[in-house]
């Protein structure tokens, strides 16, 4: 079983386009994040969910949009992909609080926009 | 701002070698230290993970070095194997009893271990 499912793994759009990504997680997890991963590497959060209460904001443009309709669910939405945009997306989860906090990862999204 | 700063970004060893990979962080508020390892096309996934409150921690072949005073953490791989070869990045996290869980991650270091 996995953990921490995100689907798509690949997305291929033109710039303009509005594209959402999906992520469940069944281990039980109350707070649910966004990672972008860039050209280079780099991981940085964007957003985090706890019991479907946003708790992170990171400095994101206001076209991407996440959900979370239970604590099990968190998708992206973004709106007007731009070249920018292209990277790969990490969905994690992990239990609020915990003197050790340890996140679980999902596969990633890797969107390219053309 | 970098808060964790992670070095060398590449490495290169032989079966066998030691690799060692260093980082540094600067928020004295942050008490997680993990270490994450991602295989191409793979999510990161927790290797080894310390708290400020130990100065080594030991996982099979994996150690982390932990210095407060300095504020540097460092991973060691003992017997380094082909399969190690990966992308390796740590990370800080820490607020306190309200912790988010929100990982702060150095720039990562991609290592090779030669046959």
């Known amino acids: ?114 | 701002q970098q808060q964790v700063k992670q070095s060398p970004q590449s490495l290169i060893v032989q079966k066998g070698g030691i690799p060692i990979i260093n980082c540094a962080y600067e928020n004295t508020a942050f008490d997680y230290f993990p270490w994450y390892q991602q295989f191409p096309g793979k999510g990161p996934a927790l290797l080894i993970a310390i708290r400020p409150d130990v100065s080594e921690k030991k996982e099979g072949r994996f150690t982390i070095s932990f210095n407060k005073s300095a504020k540097q953490f460092s991973l060691h791989i003992m017997d380094s194997q082909p399969g190690d070869s990966a992308t390796y990045f740590c990370a800080a996290s820490g607020e306190g009893s309200s912790n988010t869980g929100k990982l702060i991650f150095g720039q990562g270091t991609t290592l090779q271990v030669k046959p």
């Open chain 1, 1 to 114: 079983d996995t953990a921490v499912s995100q689907t798509p793994k690949y997305l291929v759009t033109q710039m303009g386009n509005d594209k959402s990504i999906k992520c469940e997680q069944n281990l039980g997890h109350d707070t649910m994040y966004w990672y972008k991963q860039d050209s280079k590497k780099f991981l940085k959060i964007m957003f985090s969910y706890n019991n479907k209460e946003l708790i992170i904001n990171e400095t994101v443009p206001n076209r991407f949009s996440p959900k979370s309709p239970d604590k099990a669910h968190l998708n992206l939405h973004i709106n007007s992909l731009e070249l920018g945009d292209s990277a790969v997306y990490f969905c994690a989860s992990s239990l609020y609080g915990q003197f050790v906090p340890e996140a679980f990862f999902g596969q990633g999204t890797r969107l390219t926009v053309v």
